[in-house]
C-alpha cells in the first residue's frame, strides 16, 4: 500500500513539474473528459485522496473550491499541506486496518459499509485514471506525458522483505 502511494506522489510531483512549461491558459483550457483542465485534474486528484483519506479515519473533510487554486503554485500548495496531513497515516499503515469498516452515505441517502483497505485502493486506482487522462491531454497539445512506469523509479527498495 505504501509503495503505491509513494509511487503516485512520485508521478504527481513529475507532473507538476511537467506543467511548469504550459502557459496558465494552456492548464486551465477546457479538456474533454475528466474534471475539465490539467490543473483542476491534479486539484481534484490530491483533493479526492485527502478526502477520502480524512473520511475513513472520521476526522473533517470540506470541499474546497477549484476557483480558489487557479495557479499551478496553489494547487502544489495545497496538495503539499494535504500530503503532510495523510503521510503519517499512510506510512504507518499495516494489515491490522485493512478491514476495519468506514460507513458512508451514499447520494441516495442509504449506508454503505466499506473496508479501509478498499478505500485506500480507490484512491490509489482514482489517481492512475486520471494520470491517463493527463497522459492523453499530454499528446494533445504535443508534449510527452510523465512516465506512468513504476520500475525504475526505486522503489523496490521499500517492499516488505527486500534487503537494501
Partial sequence: ?????????????????????????????????GVGSILKTLFHIADVEWSWIQSIQGKPDFQED?????????????DAR?????EPFVRGWDESLER?????QRMDGSMEDLAWGEVMR??????IHHVGQLSVWARE????????????RGLADSL?????
Fill in 100 to 104: 476495519r469498516i468506514y460507513t458512508q
Fill in 141 to 152: 497539445v504535443g508534449k510527452t506525458p510523465v512516465s506512468a512506469n513504476l520500475i525504475g
Fill in 1 to 33: 500500500m505504501q509503495t503505491l502511494f509513494q509511487y503516485n506522489w512520485i508521478v504527481r510531483d513529475e507532473w507538476y513539474h511537467w506543467c511548469e512549461n504550459l502557459s496558465e491558459q494552456e492548464l486551465l483550457k477546457p479538456r474533454s473528459g
Fill in 160 to 164: 516488505p522483505g527486500r534487503k537494501a
Fill in 66 to 78: 477549484f476557483e480558489g487554486y487557479r495557479s499551478l503554485a496553489k494547487v502544489r500548495a495545497l
Fill in 122 to 127: 480507490h484512491a490509489l486506482a482514482h489517481e
Fill in 82 to 86: 494535504f500530503r503532510a496531513d495523510i
